[in-house]
């Protein structure tokens, strides 16, 4: 009984998709590259981050950079521990990696974002649910 309230649980904070934000880290630097700047280093500690918020999201049934409670992408990187002069955080919902990729760099602020020369690491979280797949791009000096 344990094993199945467990695995509800997992269900309904929707399933990891690594691969998914590997992809997406791999379409980030080839843009950049293109773009004449450096590649992003993919970071842990930020995709722990992205991770948590995208978990949140998909839970507390929002999507926003802000949560509920008011806690934004500055304030989830300060409580982590995480010190930066430059930073910022996109955010896709879509079926796909592609899909979610092609939304972000039709966006002027977001592929602003993605361009930002100051940005040296990145932290991708790749969420699915039953419907969509949440992405969150956490961007840092």
Request: aromatic residues 10%; negative net charge.
């Amino acid at each position: 009984m344990l094993q199945a309230f467990a695995f509800a649980i997992a269900l309904y904070a929707g399933t990891d998709r690594s691969a998914d934000a590997r992809a997406m880290w791999r379409d980030l630097n080839a843009v950049r590259v293109s773009a004449g700047l450096t590649p992003l280093a993919f970071e842990p500690r930020l995709c722990e981050i992205a991770r948590a918020h995208a978990h949140d999201m998909v839970v507390r049934h929002y999507f926003d950079h802000q949560s509920p409670d008011g806690v934004g992408p500055f304030d989830r990187m300060a409580r982590a521990g995480w010190h930066f002069g430059y930073a910022g955080e996109n955010l896709a919902m879509d079926t796909d990696e592609r899909g979610a990729e092609a939304h972000l760099l039709s966006s002027p602020e977001h592929r602003q974002n993605m361009l930002e020369p100051h940005y040296a690491h990145v932290g991708i979280a790749a969420v699915e649910t039953d419907s969509r797949e949440y992405f969150v791009e956490v961007f840092s000096d």
